[in-house]
């Protein structure tokens, strides 16, 4: 089985920059597609970025793009969420979630997910 850990979050004014950790345990992550999602009070979850496996395809939200960079370092098990110009519309909880091969990171259903981190980004 596969545990994941966000870390990362926090209360941070416009425009600052946060960089969220999604770290792997119970087995090697490296398999694994893997995606953050957020969400905030009263909306649905919604897709942020996803990477495959290997980390030659990503795909981001047309809402981060240019701002958020999702990458992973295998060797650590983790996946980080380079997060830019923050917005206050960025504020939610973020999620870490994995699955063995996604066809569609916004859409599939994953198999293992955090607990969620925090951010939040004031006016």
């Known amino acids: 089985q596969v545990q994941l850990v966000e870390s990362g979050g926090g209360l941070v004014q416009a425009g600052a920059s946060l960089r969220l950790s999604c770290r792997a345990s119970?087995?090697?992550?490296?398999?694994?597609?893997s995606a953050w999602f957020r969400q905030a009070p009263g909306k649905e979850r919604e897709f942020v970025a996803g990477?495959?496996?290997?980390?030659?395809?990503?795909a981001y939200a047309n809402s981060v793009l240019d701002r958020f960079t999702i990458s992973r370092d295998n060797a650590k098990n983790t996946v980080y969420l380079q997060m830019n110009s923050l917005k206050p519309e960025d504020t939610a909880v973020y999620y870490c979630?994995?699955?063995?091969?996604?066809?569609?990171?916004?859409?599939?259903?994953?198999?293992?997910w955090g607990q969620g981190t925090q951010v939040t980004v004031s006016s």
């Open positions: 979630a994995a699955t063995m091969r996604a066809s569609d990171f916004v859409h599939d259903e994953y198999d293992y």
């Open positions: 119970g087995r090697t992550f490296s398999g694994y597609d």
């Open positions: 990477i495959t496996w290997n980390g030659p395809t990503r």
